[in-house]
């Protein structure tokens, strides 16, 4: 059974620093790409970044480029999202989720929260 | 950057009646495009990805349709598990991007 299980979100101040972790099981993980998507508070969902299973190629959307870096250890199967110079407008619940082949979200983690607030 | 934009905001249907969602995309995706329903408090579920193909588990009731830029999905008969927030996104380009939703709400 596919896994995927978020954690590293909380509150942080505008300005500061967080990384999340998506931790996964059930599947080969060094064979497949992975997606952060996240959803602001009573908001739809926004794309924010994948990588594809080497971990060679990441793509990131303009609102977080030159701040967020994705990264994964496919020796730990665990997919990571560093976030700095976070602003009050990222706040939101931030997903995982795995594609099984084109860049769609196969399956998702069941999100944790990141607030920015001082 | 391709911009999707669903139709209506919100449906109000009746248990057991037709619901058809519309998703419009800013230039073509081919067929790269993907249909995710949510519930409240939880995480997104892939529905038909390809426009038309239905993932693991995803009752027949539930089709997708559609190339170019025009897509639809349908639910031939609304059960109550049915009545929830779908999200279409298309994968043909990068930025990936999703439309804003369709609430499916009992009428």
């Known amino acids: 059974e596919v896994q995927l299980v978020g954690s590293g979100g909380g509150l942080v101040q505008p300005g500061g620093s967080l990384r999340l972790s998506c931790a996964a099981s059930?599947?080969?993980?060094?064979?497949?790409?992975f997606h952060w998507v996240r959803q602001a508070p009573g908001k739809g969902l926004e794309w924010v970044s994948d990588?594809?299973?080497?971990?060679?190629?990441?793509d990131y959307a303009q609102s977080v480029k030159g701040r967020f870096t994705i990264s994964r250890d496919n020796s730990k199967n665990t997919l990571y999202l560093q976030m700095n110079s976070l602003r009050a407008e990222d706040t939101a619940v931030y997903y995982c989720?795995?594609?099984?082949?084109?860049?769609?979200?196969?399956?998702w983690g069941q999100g944790t929260l990141v607030t920015v607030s001082s | 950057e391709i911009v999707m934009t669903q139709s209506p905001a919100t449906l109000s249907v009746s248990p057991g009646e037709r619901a058809t969602l519309s998703c419009r995309a800013s230039?073509?995706?081919?067929?790269?495009l993907a249909w995710y329903q949510q519930k409240p408090g939880q995480a997104p579920r892939l529905l038909i990805y390809?426009?038309?193909t239905r993932a693991t588990g995803i009752p027949a009731r539930l089709s997708g349709s559609g190339s170019g830029t025009e897509f639809t999905l349908t639910i031939s008969s609304l059960q109550s598990e049915d009545f929830a927030i779908y999200y279409c996104?298309?994968?043909?380009?990068?930025?990936?991007?999703f439309g804003g939703g369709t609430t499916v709400e009992i009428k």
């Open positions: 989720a795995l594609s099984l082949g084109e860049p769609r979200m196969d399956y």
């Open positions: 059930g599947f080969t993980f060094s064979n497949h790409d």
């Open positions: 990588i594809s299973d080497s971990g060679d190629d990441t």
């Open positions: 230039q073509s995706v081919s067929g790269n």
């Open positions: 390809g426009a038309s």
């Open positions: 996104q298309q994968y043909n380009d990068w930025p990936l991007t």
